[in-house]
């Protein structure tokens, strides 16, 4: 036995690690990042503002610039505390170390994997909780989940990754109230849905909400933000690693979420094409298109597999679930630009066209 399989922890040893495929020379529509680059016509000031940084020194310890920048730009209330993060999965890893050993994360099936792995990381147990059939809350079998378990945290992405659906407003009241968990509505894909909780925080004090800017243009920033009380936040600060939020990702938030006009601009054109991108795919006979109020469409394929490697051979990649528990031949696509999205299409009925697919 090696060194370093002797020495690590055989839970950690057990875990496939977090892959992500080579995207060289492709259509990227695998990963729910914008398609939108920064404009032509704020490059050169965003240079600038750039140029200004110093990068021998820390960073900001606490962001304050950039908190104020977050909270202008997603409309949070004063009266709420704001944590930042090296994206939402640092946050969500910071909720975990604030729990005891033994305690349990509680979460949906499917939903971000991320849930369930952080949870083996810092020794936690996990507990999924199947949707319907139909990818939907099952509100009864939540509560007797959380009946059973008693779980420290309990994680709904809201829309959820990777079925692109809200649930029932009520339903999720009603899982806040039943419970002393600490319930964490994870509003990642927040600027395509019609509806947030950041308002219900006032109300739930075991609420709290996680937001990112990944989604809305900026993945390479990795900024990730958890919007709960003032009180929640000062405790959750405790565990938050010193200078987490890097000199270049202040400087560079600090100006380019304050774009407000052109990042919602942007959200508008990604729930139009969205609109569009269902149309299409429900014309092709045998798929299966799932409502989504997120930034990407979950479908149900006829030789998924085939499908996902004939449009990776034609320069489009997008993400195959096909062999994950409960997404059987399921296939999920980013919403991309007009043009992109028009070449997934084109792709895609060529595909179904020698089999008599398309209509």
């Known amino acids: 036995m090696s060194f370093i399989n002797n020495w690590l922890r055989s839970d950690i040893q057990a875990i496939n690690a977090y892959h992500v495929p080579p995207a060289s020379d492709v259509i990227k529509l695998d990963a729910m990042e914008s398609p939108f ?6 490059i050169g000031q965003y240079l600038a503002y750039l140029a200004d940084s110093e ?23 004063k009266e709420f505390g704001v944590l930042l993060g090296n994206g939402s999965d640092e ?33 936690l147990n996990y507990k999924g909780v199947a949707l319907t059939k ?39 009241e009603a899982i806040i109230k039943s419970t002393d968990a600490m319930v964490i509505l994870d509003e990642a894909y927040y600027a395509y849905a019609g509806d947030s909780f950041i308002g219900d925080i006032a109300k739930y004090p075991n609420l709290v909400v996680l937001r990112t800017v990944s989604k809305i243009g900026f993945a390479g920033l990795r900024l990730g933000l958890l919007i709960g009380s003032q009180e929640t936040v000062l ?4 565990l938050r690693l010193p200078y987490n939020i890097n000199t ?30 269902l149309e299409a795919l429900a014309k092709v006979s045998g798929l299966t298109a799932y409502p989504s109020q997120a930034n990407f469409i979950l479908f149900k394929a006829p030789n998924a597999q085939a499908l ?23 296939l999920r696509v980013t919403v991309g630009s007009p043009e992109q999205n028009q070449q997934f299409m084109q792709v895609v009925n060529k595909f179904y066209i020698p089999q008599g697919g398309c209509k």
């Open 37 to 42: 680059a920064l404009p032509e016509d704020l």
């Open 308 to 330: 996902f490697d004939y449009l990776k051979d034609n320069g489009v990649l997008i993400k195959n679930l096909s062999s994950a528990p409960k997404l059987t031949d399921c």
């Open 235 to 238: 405790e959750l600060d405790k």
């Open 91 to 123: 946050l969500i890893q910071l909720l975990a170390l604030a729990c005891a050993a033994d305690d349990t994360i509680l979460s949906v099936e499917p939903s971000f994997v991320m849930y369930d792995m952080i949870a083996k990381f810092t020794r």
């Open 134 to 172: 139909d990818y939907q809350l099952d509100l009864a079998l939540m509560l007797s989940a959380i009946s059973e378990h008693n779980p420290k945290l309990i994680f709904i992405a809201y829309p959820n990754n990777p079925t692109g659906n809200t649930f029932d407003r009520e339903d999720i």
């Open 55 to 77: 990068l021998n020194r820390y960073p900001s310890p606490g962001a304050d610039q950039l908190n104020q920048t977050l909270r202008g730009l997603m409309e949070i209330p």
């Open 248 to 277: 270049l990702t202040q400087v560079s938030g600090n100006f380019l979420l304050k774009q407000k006009t052109e990042i919602n601009k942007n959200a508008a054109i990604i729930v139009e094409q969205r609109a569009l991108l």
